[in-house]
């Protein structure tokens, strides 16, 4: 499973112009998942996600957590973070998990992450979706749950 992890002040995601989810202060997160990937990964990726430090303390170091600035999430699906780029030009996507699977997986998260934060929003699994954000620091995490959990 990987992670993109934006620290973000606004997000929004818009399928066919209708916006599916905006957040204000908070993580914008891309989630990509393979096909070795289950719900305890998922489990430890999110406790990973939200227990991550990285807005500033009165100080001006990164020493909060989200539950900590009562943040909020927005929640993208995004296979593409498994393109393999070795051969050619163009990305194969067999890296990524099966439509399926990777559904539950995601729909998953979003239900484990609604228990622990107030506001999380989310994209639509499979479509084409406009996201827009402004991210501040600008602060981006990658967590790749070979590297986490290992």
């Known amino acids: ?22 957040i204000q202060k908070g993580f914008m997160v891309l989630i990509g998942i393979s096909d070795s990937d289950t719900k305890e990964i998922a489990d430890k990726m999110i406790k990973k996600l939200i227990g991550l430090r990285i807005f500033e303390d009165s100080e001006g170091k990164t020493n909060l957590s989200l539950q900590d ?19 050619g030009n163009r990305p194969s996507f067999i890296g990524a998990g099966k439509p399926d699977m990777a559904k539950e997986l995601y729909n998953y998260i979003i239900d ?7 506001i999380v929003e989310q994209g639509i699994f499979g479509a ?10 600008p602060f981006t995490i990658i967590l790749d749950s070979d590297e986490i959990i290992g």
């Open 112 to 118: 484990n992450c609604k228990k622990q934060v107030p």
């Open 128 to 137: 084409d979706m406009k996201i827009s954000l402004v991210n501040d620091g």
């Open 1 to 22: 499973m990987r992670l993109i992890i934006q620290r973000v002040s606004t997000a929004t995601c818009q399928v066919d112009d209708r916006i599916t989810g905006t």
């Open 69 to 87: 600035v009562a943040g909020s999430l927005l929640l993208i699906s995004q296979f593409t973070l498994y393109a393999n780029c070795r051969k």
